[in-house]
Each structure stands twice: as C-alpha cells, then as structure tokens.
C-alpha cells in the first residue's frame, strides 16, 4: 500500500478477533510469524474462505465465526503494515470495547437487548467508542507514537 512516512492508519478490531484458544495452534503460529506479509496473510484468508464454504473451517483450524476470523485477519494486517511502515508511522488495530451501535445492540433480539441495557454501565455510546481511534489519528503527537 501506499503510505506517506508519518501516516496514521486506526483498524477498528474486537475482542473477537483474539486468537484465542478457538484458533488452532498452528493456525496462531502463521499468523503471529515475524516474517508474516501481506501475501501470506491473504493466502490465511482464501483458506479460511475456501474451508467455511466447504464447512470445515474448525477442523482446518480456524475459529467459528467469519466475523472474528475477518477482525483477526485485520488486525494482524495492521501489524504486517506496521513492519513494513516508515517511521515514525502509526499502524494499529484497536478494541473499543462495548458500545451502543445497531451492531452490537439494535437487532431486536434478547441477547442484544441485553447487550444494550449492559452498554450502559461498563460500554460506550457509538461516539465514545470512536474517540480513541480519532485521537490516535488526529491528536497524538507524533513523538508519543507507540513504538
């Protein structure tokens, strides 16, 4: 991709997208390889691509869903740009945690309904969720950039 030295780049990740124990070893070791670029990780993504449509995507070792595969393959895509980035760039993928939009809360079902009622306490409004990201963008000065 083209970027200019300095350039900030904010994914907006989830908590599903960990790779967590859903996630088969071997799968977490390509995907967290120092040497990992972007045409391996596309290569990772017509896997994932090819094994759901087949419906063996857990036996090939990939998680459940296509969302948290989709947020883990983004979030390393992030880190992969991020090596190949000039400094003092900013390449990050971010989890804003819990916040009140339609996707989280608006479908009308029981567990969004309780997803919004719990927002309120321990997430965010659409808008708080968006602040971080923005400040990392916009706000933070390039000397405090996270190594």
Request: proline share 7%.
């Amino acid at each position: 991709p083209l970027m200019r030295p300095g350039c900030r780049v904010v994914g907006v990740s989830s908590m599903s997208g960990k790779l967590g124990k859903s996630w088969s070893e071997q799968m977490r070791e390509r995907m967290l390889a120092p040497d990992l670029a972007v045409v391996g990780l596309d290569a990772i993504a017509e896997e994932f691509v090819a094994a759901a449509a087949e419906g063996n995507h857990k036996e090939a070792g990939f998680p459940g869903t296509a969302y948290g595969t989709s947020k883990a393959l983004m979030t390393q895509l992030h880190r992969v740009l991020a090596n190949e980035a000039a400094p003092p760039a900013l390449l990050t993928a971010i989890c804003p945690g819990l916040c009140r939009t339609y996707m989280a809360t608006g479908r009308g079902t029981f567990m969004s309904n309780v997803l919004w009622a719990a927002s309120f306490f321990v997430g965010d409004s659409a808008a708080g969720g968006a602040d971080t990201p923005v400040w990392l963008c916009c706000e933070l000065p390039a000397h405090e950039n996270p190594k």
